[in-house]
């Protein structure tokens, strides 16, 4: 959303470009807390076990022996990815913002998302009980479903260039 030129958005489960301290909140950026890691850490080579199929590596059993984790510049804490981890809930400021922007929608339209995890179900409630269209684009069930105005259970990507390239053919004027 941010290449694309979106500067309201709102990253409710976190943003993999940032690093956090858990203790006072100071916030690098991942780039930058790379350098830390490979600083504190030369010579070190991990053994990948095996590769998993979203990318993430599964270590060999004595590959983290030796490696240094980088503690908060500010106050020694522990730095952890900027993104709401499993069992973790999501911050209630950004939880406010998105409640704010669908109330002031016209309609909620939700795009690759099955909607299972609450935080973002609780959005496509929140429109539906205020009768605001729910427009869906997922392949396969989402949690709302049942209170959906419209679902497209077909592959986001091909849904969103076709229905671009529809638009395109339908303008029937051009702006100078």
Not at 52 to 63: I, Y
Not at 67 to 80: D, L
Not at 128 to 136: D, H, L, N, T, Y
Request: glycine fraction near 8%.
């Amino acid at each position: 959303h941010h290449e694309a030129g979106s500067d309201k958005v709102i990253e409710l489960h976190g943003d993999l470009s940032k690093v956090r301290c858990t203790g006072c909140g100071t916030t690098v950026t991942r780039n930058a807390y790379q350098y830390r890691l490979e600083d504190a850490n030369r010579g070190w080579h991990s053994k990948a076990f095996r590769y998993k199929p979203d990318g993430d590596a599964e270590l060999a059993e004595d590959s983290h022996e030796g490696f240094e984790v980088p503690a908060c510049p500010e106050c020694s804490g522990i730095m952890k990815p900027d993104v709401v981890m499993f069992g973790e809930g999501v911050p209630k400021s950004r939880v406010e913002r998105a409640r704010a922007a669908v109330g002031r929608a016209d309609a909620l339209l939700v795009v690759g998302s099955s909607l299972m995890v609450f935080s973002g179900f609780r959005f496509a409630r929140q429109a539906a009980e205020s009768g605001k269209p729910v427009v869906i684009v997922n392949q396969g069930r989402t949690r709302a479903d049942d209170i959906a105005s419209l679902k497209v259970d077909a592959d986001c990507a091909q849904v969103l260039t076709e229905s671009v390239s529809a638009l395109q053919r339908n303008v029937t004027r051009v702006l100078p």
